[in-house]
């Protein structure tokens, strides 16, 4: 779940939040499913009147922040560790993970004024750290955020260097909140300084031409105490002078009349301008202002004053800027806007739509390097500035691109190139020489040779073609009969490309199969492909994915007893209609932080945010679709397949009490003997800063679950 910008006691203030109609209480207990004695959950029966329709919500105690709710997590927590603990051999899996891990990680090199800063991993710190190497000499620790927390759940959010490299701002995020602290240090002697910036969530600091300063967006602290829950509205732009207090900080930018606005500022290369996005929710449409900076006296310009498309800044010249747009083209162009005549009549097309979507641009020497998506997979190719191409450059395989990172004022850039079966890594190419050199290659202890990811299509309910990636170990044989984990998002404009992970290796050592599809929601071949998951089409996503589970089982690469699903955020609300409307297609389902009360989201924290992409119960056109395949009021009694609610105590972007009510509703509802449990972190958030730790125990249990529940025993080494 993105957005581009502890529970609350309902109970407590009946349905000041909710909507209108009237309920009753009555406590009851639910009897244990068969064959197994859940932790008791009890229910409170409440029922009210949405649009004329009559909706029970039982488990809403469970939204509460109370002694009740916190003895029933305890409970839920003991009982799911327990289950997980008691399957044989799981500790060959964390120890296989663990050995395929532990290997240096290097991301790609970024440079202000005379300085070069760098994160590695030596293998399983549980955090990166950033490196700098002042004026070519040699590499020392600027910032180590393993040094901020002994277990590691302080994470860096975010960093920003000043133009001339003299000083860094950074951001940590606690216990995977999505609330950060900003901090700054002096590069030259390591010194923190004593500015710090809060209530900072969607943002990064970006700082003045000068460097006196940085520009960033927060929130108000939250007026109800609860800073886990409590919804976030009116963001504003803020300027921080270095050396002063936050409180002195200078109010840029705000609307209070649009409380639902939120704000990206960037500073333009030559200082000349603040360039300020405008998004509403995770609506991947903007608009697009500036305020001229030489001249204080001027006012915010609202160069593009409509939602009606996207509008990504890319540089300028003087006047002339540069955009990637979808307006009128939904896989992307590049166009030129003079904003001295701003009409768009005036808007030159650069780089024109193509039949593949684009899925990055920099502007790089004076040349546009555009990064496209060509059925899911990378292409790289280079433009003049006046939009003609200058060539494609040749990639090591099929996979995906990350970048292109460099300077306009820089003649080289460097990229990012991975699959599921090749770790990350970097090259360098030079624009004046031409040469695309390896930058970094990591050293891993498996041959990725050995493993095959092949692209297949399959067609979709309604005749759909979808393309899905399918990793396994050479030498598979496809006899219907293997295990196979099929992980999906589908939502948001998020493409599924090609994201290697150690874990990955471990899972395809096991025997197992690991397929990706590309969902419709995502952004694959651009804004259309998105539009056609969105708000009433949401239903195409979910039929797209069993659509990728028949196929499977139909091609005999596996078979319902042996096939799992798994999904989180977007794709946990995806696992709840998995679990809901084809539970015979599945051995095993993880749902993990998912949105699985689609009626009431968008009470909760920055929630609001995702009727941009979903809806919104509050309108009666939404509500029945809505109502037709939210999993927790979908929930019947009947036989359900394994199922592993995932969720973690300081997820304040899809708040816990999602995956708390479908897990109680669940567990009531199982006729069948197969486990539901709940696998609840403590002290993590929505993913997003994980200690490396963490993550391999989290990767270690699904696995151990999936295994359990195909019937199979985890092998005795690997």
């Not at 800027?321 to 979808?326: A, G, L, P, S, V």
């Amino acid at each position: 779940m993105t957005s581009r910008i502890s529970t609350l006691s309902l109970l407590t203030l009946g349905f000041a939040l909710g909507l209108s109609g009237c309920h009753t209480k009555e406590a009851t207990q639910d009897a244990p499913a068969a064959g197994i004695a859940y932790p008791a959950s009890q229910t409170v029966a409440i029922s009210e009147q949405i649009h004329g329709v009559e909706v029970q919500d039982p488990y809403r105690w469970l939204e509460e922040s109370s002694p009740e709710t916190e003895d029933w997590v305890k409970r839920q927590q003991a009982f799911g560790e327990e289950y997980l603990a008691a399957i044989p051999n799981k500790q060959v899996v964390v120890d296989r993970i663990t050995e395929l891990w532990n290997f240096e990680k290097v991301g790609a090199p970024f440079e202000h004024g005379e300085n070069r800063f760098i994160f590695r991993n030596n293998g399983l710190q549980s955090q990166n750290v950033l490196y700098v190497s002042e004026k070519g000499g040699a590499e020392r620790v600027l910032l180590d955020p393993n040094t901020l927390s002994a277990d590691g759940t302080v994470a860096l959010s975010g960093v920003s260097v000043s133009g001339d490299g003299k000083t860094l701002a950074y951001g940590v995020s606690k216990s995977g909140s999505d609330w950060q602290e900003w901090a700054f240090i002096d590069v030259a002697s390591g010194r923190k300084l004593a500015d710090s910036l809060n209530w900072i969530k969607f943002s990064r600091a970006e700082w003045a031409h000068d460097n006196s300063g940085v520009y960033y967006s927060r929130y108000d602290a939250p007026a109800g105490g609860d800073i886990l829950v409590d919804v976030n509205y009116n963001q504003k732009v803020y300027f921080h002078r270095i050396g002063e207090e936050q409180a002195k900080d200078t109010l840029v930018y705000e609307r209070p009349d649009q409380p639902e606005w939120g704000f990206s500022s960037t500073v333009s290369d030559d200082g000349n301008f603040l360039l300020i996005s405008v998004s509403v929710g995770t609506d991947s449409r903007n608009r697009f202002f500036y305020k001229p900076l030489k001249d204080k006296s001027l006012k915010v310009v609202e160069l593009m004053s409509e939602l009606e498309a996207e509008y990504q800044f890319l540089g300028n010249e003087g006047p002339v800027f540069y955009f990637k747009t979808d307006l009128d083209a939904p896989k992307g162009r590049i166009i030129a806007v003079d904003t001295r005549n701003p009409a768009k009549d005036n808007w030159r097309t650069l780089v024109p739509e193509s039949q593949d979507p684009i899925a990055a641009v920099s502007i790089i020497s004076e040349h546009l390097v555009v990064s496209y998506l060509h059925d899911v997979l990378g292409q790289l190719s280079i433009y003049n500035m006046d939009g003609v191409k200058r060539e494609d450059v040749p990639l090591p395989g099929k996979g995906k691109i990350a970048g292109p990172y460099g300077k306009a004022s820089k003649p080289y850039f460097y990229y990012i190139f991975n699959s599921y079966v090749q770790p990350q890594t970097i090259y360098k190419y030079d624009l004046n020489k031409g040469t695309n050199e390896l930058f970094s290659a990591p050293k891993v202890s498996f041959n990725p040779d050995d493993y095959v990811s092949e692209q297949v299509f399959y067609t979709s309910k309604d005749g759909t073609r979808i393309p899905m990636l399918v990793s396994y170990k050479k030498g598979l044989k496809k006899d219907g009969n293997n295990p196979t984990l099929l992980y999906a998002y589908g939502g948001f404009s998020i493409s599924m490309t090609p994201r290697f992970s150690p874990a990955t290796i471990a899972w395809l050592d096991m025997g197992g199969i690991y397929a990706v599809p590309a969902l419709r929601g995502g952004s694959e071949y651009g804004e259309e492909w998105h539009k056609a998951g969105m708000f009433g089409k949401k239903q195409n996503v979910f039929d797209d994915y069993f659509a990728a589970a028949e196929y499977l089982i139909s091609e005999n690469y596996t078979n319902s007893s042996k096939l799992g699903a798994y999904g989180r955020s977007n794709g946990g609300l995806l696992m709840g209609a998995a679990v809901t409307q084809r539970p015979d297609l599945f051995a095993a389902i993880l749902p993990a932080v998912g949105v699985l009360d689609m009626l009431r989201f968008q009470k909760f924290t920055i929630g609001w945010a995702w009727t941009a992409e979903y809806g919104s119960a509050d309108n009666a056109e939404d509500f029945p679709y809505l109502l037709a395949y939210s999993p927790y009021h979908n929930v019947k009694a009947q036989a359900y397949p394994a199922t592993m609610v995932m969720t973690a105590d300081h997820d304040d972007r899809v708040v816990p009490l999602h995956s708390f009510k479908f897990g109680a509703m669940l567990q009531a509802k199982q006729k069948g003997q197969a486990p539901v449990i709940m696998r609840i972190e403590s002290k993590a958030g929505h993913g997003a800063g994980k200690p490396t730790s963490m993550q391999i125990a989290e990767f270690a249990d699904i696995y151990a679950f999936l295994w359990q529940n195909f019937g199979l025993t985890l092998p005795t080494e690997l």
